[in-house]
Structure formats: structure tokens, C-alpha cells
Nanobody, 124 residues
Framework: QVQLVESGGGLVQAGGSLRLSCAAS????????RAWFRQPPGKDREFVAV????????YYADSVKGRFTISRDNAKNTVYLQMNSLKPEDTAVYYC?????????????????WGQGTQVTVFS
């Protein structure tokens, strides 16, 4: 079982930037996709971004496209989410998730391993 730990969350003013990290224990598996989801207060968990094992394929939710960038460093078993031009509506607990298999995945049931989340709060 892959253990995932998120870090990098915090309090930031609207228009600012944060970079989240998701570190995994052990070696990154072949065909492992890694994703970010978020859960705003009082709302359901929603998809944010996903990256393939090679880093060559990515998909983003429309709400973050052009502002967020997902990337990975397999030598460090770590995936990143660079968040720029942050808005108050980005406030949420951000979760890292992983799956092994073909395809990237974009829904909660697609992913079998989850971190505990990191809080991101954006104020205006």
C-alpha cells in the first residue's frame, strides 16, 4: 500500500501563490497516476488535476486551468501542485491520491490511495 503525505498548505492573500507537495513512501510504481482533489467547506470532494507516471499527460478542472500546474519528480517519489493567482473560492482541504493502471483517472472511486489532506485558505 502506498502511503501519501501532503504538505505546503497555508494562509495566502488572493492573487498569491502556493506549492503543495505529495510525498509517497517506497518506489513509485509503473503506470501510477497521481491526482489532486479538494474539498471546500460544506461541499463534496472535487477533482483538481492529474498527472501520468511519466509526467507527459495532464488534465485539469476548468476552474483551475491556466492557474495551477501539476508535475512530478519520480526520483523523489513526489508530486507537486503549483497554485498561482489564487482566489477565495480555492479555499479547501487539498488531498493527494494515487492509482496504478491504465488511464489517468478523474473521480474519487478511480483512486485507491489517499493522503490526509492539507488546508489551503485564501483571503481577500
Amino acid at each position: 500500500q502506498v502511503q501519501l503525505v501532503e504538505s505546503g498548505g497555508g494562509l495566502v492573500q488572493a492573487g498569491g501563490s502556493l506549492r503543495l507537495s505529495c510525498a509517497a513512501s517506497g518506489r513509485t510504481a509503473n503506470r501510477e497516476s497521481r491526482a489532486w482533489f479538494r474539498q471546500p467547506p460544506g461541499k463534496d470532494r472535487e477533482f483538481v488535476a492529474v498527472v501520468s507516471w511519466s509526467g507527459g499527460s495532464t488534465y485539469y478542472a476548468d476552474s483551475v486551468k491556466g492557474r495551477f500546474t501539476i508535475s512530478r519528480d519520480n526520483a523523489k517519489n513526489t508530486v507537486y501542485l503549483q497554485m498561482n493567482s489564487l482566489k477565495p473560492e480555492d479555499t479547501a482541504v487539498y488531498y493527494c491520491a494515487a492509482r496504478v493502471g491504465y488511464g489517468l483517472g478523474s473521480t474519487v472511486p478511480d483512486f485507491g490511495s489517499w493522503g490526509q489532506g492539507t488546508q489551503v485558505t485564501v483571503f481577500s
